[in-house]
């Protein structure tokens, strides 16, 4: 396949390696990889704190980078969400771009989404020492039901032991804007995913959407009670060296 990849603004900004193992495992597996110029935030900030006229702005952008790409694979199971979930109602009242965002929707993946049920690729050799637990974050796994994909490649990891978090299904508190504007519940809540993590007795955190891990490592680190954190394409890319 030609896959174009969404770098998304996390990761890019922050976590660059990320998109760069993303791309370094699709072409092992003999893939095209290309990195349209153009694309931009998905929207999801400005669409969350409700300025939907900017956000509709920025999605045409990143539509029409991705216009005459085959396949879209993106490391944030939110930002895909934010595509599949909300551009149809962004566009509702724009036959044109509607119809764009619609191709879109049907050709742009999660990566753990695409490597696992397009590819079926759910064990790529990968082998890593440690003992795991999984964060499922929200709008991978209530938006876009990403749930057994991203546990089938951590269980083929060989070395690696994949611990049972507690009350896994809560949210970490981060929620993009909303850690912003709710800054002592976002807290309160991360504090709770924090003790559900360390009661896990794992050593690693793994997860799939940086946004989620940045919040949880970074109130581990503030309680000094610190864990290695990974996205799940950062275990992979380790693994396979």
Same mark, same amino acid.
């Given at each position: 396949?030609?896959?174009?990849?969404?770098?998304?603004?996390?990761?890019?900004?922050?976590?660059?390696?990320?998109?760069?193992?993303?791309?370094?495992?699709?072409?092992?597996?003999?893939?095209?990889?290309?990195?349209?110029?153009?694309?931009?935030c998905?929207?999801? *900030?400005?669409?969350?704190?409700?300025?939907?006229?900017?956000?509709?702005?920025?999605?045409? #952008?990143?539509?029409d980078?991705?216009?005459?790409?085959?396949?879209?694979?993106?490391?944030?199971?939110?930002?895909?969400?934010?595509? @599949?979930?909300?551009?149809p109602?962004?566009?509702?009242?724009?036959?044109?771009?509607?119809?764009?965002?619609?191709?879109?929707?049907?050709?742009?993946?999660?990566?753990?989404?695409?490597?696992?049920?397009?590819?079926?690729?759910?064990?790529?050799?990968?082998?890593?020492?440690?003992?795991?637990?999984? @964060?499922?974050?929200? @709008?991978?796994?209530?938006?876009?039901?990403?749930?057994?994909?991203?546990?089938?490649?951590?269980?083929?990891v060989?070395g690696l032991?994949?611990?049972?978090?507690?009350?896994?299904?809560?949210?970490?508190?981060?929620?993009?804007?909303?850690?912003?504007?709710?800054?002592?519940?976002?807290?309160?809540?991360?504090?709770?995913?924090?003790?559900?993590?360390?009661?896990?007795?794992?050593?690693?955190?793994?997860?799939?959407?940086?946004?989620?891990?940045?919040?949880?490592?970074?109130?581990?680190?503030? *309680?000094?009670?610190?864990?290695? #954190?990974? @996205?799940? *394409?950062?275990?992979?890319?380790?693994?396979?060296?």
């Amino acid at each position: 396949m030609k896959i174009s990849l969404f770098a998304t603004c996390l990761a890019n900004a922050l976590y660059p390696d990320i998109d760069l193992t993303m791309a370094k495992i699709l072409t092992y597996l003999g893939h095209t990889v290309d990195v349209p110029e153009g694309q931009a935030c998905c929207g999801q *900030i400005a669409f969350n704190s409700g300025y939907f006229s900017d956000a509709r702005e920025v999605a045409r #952008t990143l539509i029409d980078a991705f216009e005459r790409s085959e396949v879209v694979v993106g490391p944030s199971g939110s930002c895909i969400a934010m595509i @599949h979930h909300y551009y149809p109602f962004l566009f509702e009242n724009d036959p044109v771009y509607l119809a764009k965002a619609n191709d879109l929707i049907h050709k742009s993946y999660e990566f753990t989404q695409f490597l696992v049920d397009v590819l079926q690729k759910p064990d790529l050799g990968a082998k890593y020492k440690a003992k795991a637990t999984y @964060h499922p974050s929200c @709008h991978a796994t209530r938006l876009m039901g990403i749930k057994d994909a991203p546990l089938t490649l951590i269980e083929h990891v060989q070395g690696l032991e994949l611990l049972p978090l507690p009350e896994a299904q809560l949210c970490c508190g981060f929620g993009g804007t909303f850690s912003v504007k709710m800054p002592k519940i976002s807290e309160a809540m991360v504090a709770e995913k924090a003790e559900h993590v360390l009661a896990s007795g794992a050593n690693l955190l793994l997860g799939l959407d940086m946004g989620c891990l940045m919040n949880i490592s970074g109130y581990l680190e503030k *309680i000094n009670k610190p864990i290695k #954190t990974m @996205h799940i *394409i950062q275990l992979l890319g380790e693994g396979m060296q």
